[in-house]
């Protein structure tokens, strides 16, 4: 029985909501779904730092080579930019989740404190994702960093990305309507239903 359906059982209960159901099998259910929000916590993780890390090296060898052949400062400038910001998120991402890992300590060990965890997490990821403004911040120096490096390489060269530029515009629109969508679709629902889980089981106090 996953999270939903115990969710489900407690809905069609009569009284005491929490007490028909398995403490164990109710915080087995809720490691699994935690498990999966790891999963792929972690791969957006290594997305964004293989990503990024990738084009910041780029912009790295192109700072060099723009000086080495006395291209215009702009391009070095260009680069240089897109260099320091891909870097800069990069290690500000990983700060950030050190961070989030060291207050998940400060958490005990009951299914309160699970559930609070767990929600602490959805109220995090909300947060960033929850509306166009903090999903465009948390995606733009992404997309600024590989432009900047894509402009400095074809500008150097006497070629005007122009086709890059409208590229990236309409991938930045893209996937912050998919970060809303994820958090309209997935968060949201998942922030109700651990709200509704934490009622349920401060009430039994």
Same mark, same amino acid.
Request: net charge positive.
């Given at each position: 029985?996953?999270?939903?359906? +115990? ?8 009284? !005491? ?41 780029? #912009? ?7 000086? @080495?052949?006395?291209? %215009?400062?702009?391009?070095?400038? @260009?680069? !240089?930019? #897109?260099? =320091?910001? #891909? @870097?800069?998120?990069?290690? =500000? ?9 060291? $207050? ?19 109220? /995090? ?11 465009? /911040?948390?995606? !733009? %120096?992404?997309?600024?960093? &590989? ?5 400095? +390489?074809?500008?150097?060269?006497? $070629? ?8 990236? &515009?309409? !991938? +930045? ?5 998919? =970060?809303?969508?994820? =958090? ?12 509704? /889980?934490?009622?349920? /089981?401060?009430?039994?106090?």
């Amino acid at each position: 029985m996953d999270f939903d359906q +115990m969710l489900a059982t407690w809905r069609t209960q009569d009284a !005491a909501p929490l007490y028909g159901v398995n403490q164990a099998a109710l915080r087995q259910a809720l490691q699994t779904e935690e498990s999966s929000v790891r999963r792929k916590r972690r791969r957006d993780m290594w997305i964004i730092c293989v990503g990024l890390g990738g084009t910041a090296v780029i #912009g790295g060898f192109w700072i060099a080579i723009s000086i @080495a052949n006395g291209w %215009p400062v702009i391009y070095t400038v @260009a680069a !240089a930019v #897109g260099f =320091a910001t #891909g @870097a800069l998120y990069v290690g =500000a991402y990983g700060i950030s989740r050190w961070r989030e890992a060291q $207050h998940e300590r400060n958490f005990g060990g009951t299914l309160q404190e699970e559930v609070k965890r767990g929600l602490w997490r959805v109220d /995090l990821e909300l947060s960033r994702f929850g509306n166009w403004t903090s999903a465009s /911040l948390q995606i !733009a %120096p992404i997309l600024l960093s &590989a432009m900047l490096i894509s402009w400095a +390489m074809s500008g150097s060269q006497g $070629h005007v990305p122009w086709s890059s530029y409208v590229v990236g &515009a309409c !991938a +930045m629109v893209y996937l912050v309507r998919y =970060a809303r969508r994820y =958090a309209r679709q997935k968060l949201e629902p998942r922030q109700r239903r651990l709200r509704e /889980l934490l009622d349920a /089981l401060d009430a039994r106090e």
